[in-house]
Every structure is written in C-alpha cells, then in structure tokens.
C-alpha cells in the first residue's frame, strides 16, 4: 500500500500563488509515475500534471506556462506550484501515485480562487 498526504491548498485571489505538496509513505518502491489531477463542482476529475520517477513531464494544456511540478524522489515528494491563478482553477486536488498496476489516490485539498 501507498499513502499519499496532500498539503498547501487555500483560498487565494486570481493572479496569486499557491505550492501544493504530496509526501507518499509505505510501499513507496517503485512509485514510477506521480501526478496531480483536480475536480471541480460538477465537473470530471481531470490530470492537472504528471512527472516520472525519471523527471519527464505532462501537463493540462490549461495550466502551461503557469503550473510547475516537481519531484523529490529522496523524501517521497511530489509539488506542484501554482502560479497566476484563475478561478477556473478552482477545484479539489488530489495527489496520485501508479505504482505496478496499482493506483494511489490522496484525499485532496480543495485549492478556491476569488475573482
């Protein structure tokens, strides 16, 4: 089993920032891809961004230029900084580990941006 804690979510206005971060703990061996995906209020969850245990990243064409992700693979961590907010961006926000055949999900962290 994985365990992934999400933190840094807030309440922010457009064109601010957040940092959010995803510590991942037990079977941690192996965790070759981890990403970010979000949900808004009636809406699908959807990838926000990934990156690869060996550094390559994806992004939602929504978030280009304005998202960052990165990986620490020494402390199991996996952030994500949010540059220049709309409130589209609106959402909870979930951390999300593949590991073998086997997905991971956090329990979120709901990031609100005020227009």
């Known amino acids: 089993q994985v365990q992934l804690v999400e933190s840094g979510g807030g309440f922010v206005h457009a064109g601010g920032s957040l940092r959010l971060s995803c510590v991942a703990s037990g079977s941690i061996y192996s965790i070759n891809l981890m990403g970010w995906y979000r949900q808004a209020p009636g809406k699908q969850r959807e990838l926000v961004a990934s990156i690869t245990s060996g550094g390559s990243t994806n992004y939602a064409d929504s978030v280009k230029g304005r998202f960052t992700i990165s990986r620490d693979n020494a402390n199991n961590t996996v952030n994500l900084q949010m540059n220049n907010l709309k409130p589209e961006d609106t959402a909870v926000y979930y951390c999300?580990?593949?590991?073998?055949?086997?997905?991971?999900w956090g329990q979120g962290t709901q990031v609100t941006v005020s227009s």
């Open positions: 999300r580990a593949v590991r073998a055949l086997s997905i991971y």
